[in-house]
């Protein structure tokens, strides 16, 4: 069965721009979850979404955002893109969106802004 | 929000010796996971733990739930250079700590 996947893996933009990433969940799982993940600040719950809904938000600037489609693949969109939002970022699948449900991480789409 | 705190932040040690790193928070927690993220990949879990008091071993990693769902600890024994990484603690809402970053050194 396949993992999660993310793309892209490596990402360079420009300061202003914008950037879209994707996220593929484990096959069946319909619960995905975005994360920022930084040196200085560890791991940041973005959003998540539960069949094409935004469950939970976290404490993020309306520049980011998020979809999820029929077939549970989701976005995340980061738009005007600061040097400060160069991280990593993870997409996590679950089941449902259930306290005690196993999460699956992807490896990540590493973004820099120059 | 159901902060989660994790010490140390970071730990070095030899190949062989144990160790024990924690996680804890003011709050309760339904459950609690541990993650490992080696570099350049994503964390990978560890284990759930769900009842308080518990204790669950993976070769010779061992995790404990503490008795009020508050905190947890998890102790690794004759530690390896493959041991080496970073460990994350998730409460049942996927908040995570911080994090340890383990280096083992051979």
């Known amino acids: 069965k396949a993992g999660v996947t993310q793309t892209p893996r490596y990402l360079i933009k420009t300061r202003g721009q914008q950037v879209t990433l994707s996220c593929s969940p484990i096959?069946?799982?319909?619960?995905v979850s975005w994360y920022q993940q930084t040196p200085g600040q560890g791991l940041q719950f973005l959003f998540e979404?539960?069949?094409?809904?935004?469950?939970n938000k976290g404490n993020f600037p309306g520049r980011f955002s998020g979809r999820q489609f029929s077939n549970s693949r989701s976005e995340m969109n980061v738009s005007t893109l600061e040097l400060g939002d160069s991280a990593l970022y993870l997409c996590?699948?679950?089941?449902?969106?259930?306290?005690?449900?196993?999460?699956?991480f992807g490896q990540g789409t590493r973004l820099t802004v120059v | 929000t159901q902060l989660l705190e994790q010490s140390p932040q970071f730990l070095s040690i030899q190949e062989g010796e144990n160790l024990t790193v924690y996680c804890n928070s003011s709050?309760?927690?339904?459950?609690l996971q541990w993650y490992r993220q080696e570099p350049g990949e994503g964390p990978v879990l560890l284990v759930t733990?769900?009842?308080?008091?518990e204790v669950k071993k993976l070769k010779r990693l061992t995790f404990q739930f503490g008795d009020a769902r508050k905190d947890s600890s998890l102790h690794i024994t004759a530690a390896q250079p493959g041991d080496t990484g970073l460990y994350l603690c998730?409460?049942?809402?996927?908040?995570f700590g911080a994090g340890t970053r383990l280096t083992v050194k051979p």
């Open positions: 709050s309760v927690f339904s459950s």
């Open positions: 998730a409460g049942g809402n996927m908040r």
């Open positions: 979404y539960f069949s094409e809904t935004q469950r």
């Open positions: 996590a699948s679950s089941l449902e969106p259930n306290q005690n449900t196993e999460a699956f």
């Open positions: 096959s069946g799982h319909r619960s």
């Open positions: 733990v769900v009842t308080g008091g």
